[in-house]
């Protein structure tokens, strides 16, 4: 069975996706106050690295960016943020749909499944500081099944 990684398209198909929605969040005025200190110039290859390590690609993020407390201390820190997380899910899903994948397919519910965890559970574990992410996290995988044991 291919990974959810490989139907996505691998690394070209998750980069369309990234740039789909770090243009849609970007254009939302509650998400895109996360960016308005700036983001990465690579922004969206970054994030389309992280996503493909998680989804069954190879470790582009982790070989060469940073591991998942870098990815969890960039996100921690600020407070609940509930509205912002329902937008941010709502961005990617238009954006799944802005790089054609129609409501009802299984990469799209996949995709979607793994995004919502990762935005609502693994980013919102550190309210309080980033000082408070522990050193060494390993990114989560994702198949078809969810959240795989680490």
Known sequence: MRSVYEAAGGQAGLLRLAEAWHTRVL??????????RGFHPRHSERLAAYWGEALGGPPAYTAGIGDESTVVRMHSGNGPHEEMDR??????????????????????????????WATTVEMTRY?????????????????????QPR
């Open 27 to 36: 254009a939302d005025e509650v998400v895109s106050h996360a960016f308005e």
């Open 87 to 116: 937008r941010a899910i709502a961005c990617f899903d238009a954006a799944l749909g802005d790089v054609g994948l129609a409501p009802g397919e299984p990469l799209r519910q996949a995709l979607h499944d793994y995004f919502a």
């Open 127 to 147: 309210h309080a500081s980033a000082d408070d992410v522990p050193d060494g996290l390993a990114i989560p995988r994702w198949s078809w099944d969810g959240l």
